[in-house]
Structure formats: structure tokens, C-alpha cells
């Protein structure tokens, strides 16, 4: 059996870091197609090397764009590939431009695809993945679900016929490096300078769009960061750096101190360090939640709702909407004594998407 995986932004590399793992256990061939969507050397080379995964087969080299641009590109590019190597199954992960791009790429070859972490809704149509996660699920021939949340959206759109429950592949190589880091076999987070880690800190991100765009909102949320009472280690997007420069708005302020992005072992490391978590990333949501640190999101929505049980992770819109007791008080508290159990799986997401997809391919059908 030839699988094909499909990814490129660092979402996806972690993803593909165990599942690359559970190809090179069995005899069967896994092709690595790096789409080039995030090129900077922390979203990409580090996660290869700090995770693992073998050097990608195949590197497009599309970098950015508009949304249209570089889904465009990555089609384009694919198109060959895929005619070239005719795997028996397209893997495409999450809910990138890459992810849809992937899939369209595929089935207009009539070649098989697997959707891993399908069924995710943020019921937000203004989230550019969004678009993708609904378009790639429908496109597909088989849905790799990460929870029984996602398999019941699955489920209202008619999809139960292409749907199994495999948990996430995210809890795989998270678990993994938390052991490590634990056992003192990781090096210690790179925090920025400035920081103390002798002192409570928390670990922030923001990224996308409707955070990032509108120089106001970007504005806000930085100075509710900065006005925390603990320091805020905030590790700058590229995306958030560029918005930020273009209007003029100071990153480092007050509590905020600024760091790049962490390889993945570094930032498991930065968490299980850290107080909490602020952030719009839905990655780092879960992460927390397998890490046992309160996260507080700053979104209207998540897609991880099962985050949300126990007071685990709590959702900001707007921190102007609070006094600035409340937004101190909800973003530093400490961490709930409920257990939130295993919602996403207990690590072996991998090995059942592997041992799935020759299931599948030998018994001739997707569902």
C-alpha cells in the first residue's frame, strides 16, 4: 500500500509526526508532500527535526498568498505529483489551504482520500478553515474523527457512512514529548529574554485573522496581555509580527515579553513551565488540556469543545468586555480540580489510521 500525505503548516507537521512514525513500522510506502504554505524556519524545519519525521519526498515551495492564490498554487502543483505517484490513499490533515487544496487535487484524479481530523465545526463561515474543513470532509472517501463531538457534526451532514472515531493524533506525540520532557531528556524551553521562569508566567499566541487584521482589536488584546500581573511570554506569529509592523502597534509592553515560536518540544516545555495558556490557536487549546494547564481562548468559538468542560479552557471574545479584575482574575487562575478524562483518545490515533486505511484498501471500499 503507497500513502500519500499531503501537509505544510506546523498544525500539520506535528500531526504527521506520529503517523509517520506508524507508516515506518509496517511495510507499507509513505510519500511526504511538503506543500512550502509555511516556509519560516520555526514553523517548519524545526518541526522535521525536533519530531522526527523523515525529510519530506516532495517540496512545492508555494509560500504565501492570498487565500485564493495559494490554494490555487498548491492545486497546480499537486496536480503532477499525485499523477505521478498514484498512491492508494491521499492522507491530508486539519484545515489548511493544503488540506482542501490536497483533497480537490485527489479526487478530481479519482484517487482515494482520508480526511484526518475531520468533523471539527466552528459554525464561523468567516474562519478561512472553516470553508476548508467542510469542503475537504464532503470531498473525501474516509473521515478519521477526533472525537465523538466531531463525529456527530459528521453525522448531521450526512457523513456518518464515511465517519470512524480514531481520537487525535495530536494526543500521540504530545504525550510522547511530555514523558520526555519530564524525564529530563528535552532541553529546557528557550524562553526570551527578560523572563524569570523562577516566577509565574503564562504562554501566549495570536494568530489569526479576526485577532490580527483589525489593528483596534490587535491593539486591545496586546494591552489587556500587557496589563496582566504576571509575566506574558508571547510567541510571535510571523503573521502577528507583520500585522503589528504595519501599524505601528508595540508587541513588547509591560508584562509581555516576546519570543519566536518554539519547536515543538520547547513549547511542551514552556507549558508544563507556565501558569496557563492565552490563546486563539485550537492546537494549543488541546495542548493545554493534555498538559493540565488552564487555557483562556480569545475567540467567540472553538472547535474543541470538549476544552470547555470543567473549566479547563473559557472563552474571551473581547477581554474590553471585563474589568480588568475579571480579565486578571479569569486569565491567571489556577488550574480546576475536575479530571477532563481522555476526550481526544489515549494516544494510539496513529496506529489505527494506518491500520485502517490497509483495512479499507484491502476489503476495496471507503466506508
Not at 42 to 59: K, Q, W
Not at 76 to 100: E, F, K
Request: with cysteine.
Amino acid at each position: 500500500m503507497k500513502v500519500l500525505s499531503i501537509v505544510g503548516a506546523r498544525p500539520q507537521f506535528v500531526k504527521l509526526a506520529p503517523v509517520a512514525a506508524a507508516f515506518a513500522r509496517t511495510v507499507h510506502e509513505h510519500v511526504i508532500v511538503h506543500t512550502g504554505q509555511h516556509y519560516d524556519v520555526n514553523l517548519s524545519e524545526v518541526f522535521f527535526s525536533g519530531l522526527g519525521i523523515p525529510e519530506a519526498d516532495v517540496h512545492l515551495g508555494v509560500g504565501s498568498g492570498s487565500h485564493g492564490v495559494q490554494t490555487g498554487a498548491v492545486l497546480s502543483a499537486l496536480d503532477p505529483v499525485l499523477d505521478a505517484h498514484r498512491p492508494d490513499w491521499v492522507l491530508v490533515y486539519g484545515d489548511t489551504n493544503s488540506t482542501v487544496a490536497g483533497a480537490l487535487s485527489a479526487v478530481k484524479q479519482h484517487l482515494r482520500v482520508a480526511h484526518l481530523e475531520a468533523g471539527l465545526r466552528s459554525f464561523n463561515r468567516r474562519m478561512p478553515e472553516e470553508h476548508n474543513r467542510v469542503l475537504t470532509d464532503h470531498a473525501a472517501d474516509l473521515l478519521l474523527a477526533p472525537s465523538t463531538e466531531a463525529m456527530g457534526h459528521l453525522a448531521a451532514e450526512g457523513l456518518s457512512s464515511r465517519a470512524v472515531l480514531v481520537g487525535d493524533v495530536m494526543v500521540d506525540v504530545c504525550l510522547q514529548v511530555r514523558d520526555r520532557v519530564l524525564a529530563g531528556s528535552e532541553v529546557p524551553p528557550d524562553l526570551p529574554a527578560g523572563v524569570n521562569p523562577a516566577e509565574p508566567y503564562l504562554v501566549a499566541t495570536l494568530h489569526r485573522p479576526d485577532n490580527t487584521d483589525d489593528p483596534h482589536r490587535l491593539e486591545a488584546l496586546l494591552a489587556a496581555l500587557a496589563a496582566l500581573p504576571v509575566q506574558v511570554i508571547l510567541l510571535a506569529h510571523p503573521r502577528l509580527v507583520a500585522r503589528a509592523a504595519e501599524n505601528g502597534i508595540r508587541l513588547e509592553r509591560g508584562s509581555i515579553r516576546v519570543g519566536r515560536p518554539l519547536p515543538y518540544a520547547g513549547l511542551v516545555a514552556a507549558v508544563l513551565g507556565s501558569a496557563g495558556v492565552v490563546t486563539d490557536s485550537g492546537g494549543l487549546q488541546k495542548e493545554s488540556l493534555l498538559l493540565r494547564r488552564p487555557c483562556t481562548t480569545l475567540r467567540p468559538e472553538t472547535e474543541w469543545v470538549e476544552t470547555l468542560a470543567g473549566g479547563w479552557n473559557t472563552l474571551v471574545p473581547d477581554p474590553r468586555r471585563l474589568t480588568e479584575v475579571e480579565w486578571s482574575e479569569l486569565a491567571t487562575r489556577r488550574a480546576p480540580d475536575s479530571d477532563p478524562g481522555a476526550p481526544y483518545g489515549r494516544g494510539d490515533a496513529a496506529e489505527q489510521v494506518a491500520a485502517l486505511l490497509e483495512q479499507r484498501l484491502e476489503a476495496g471500499t471507503t466506508a
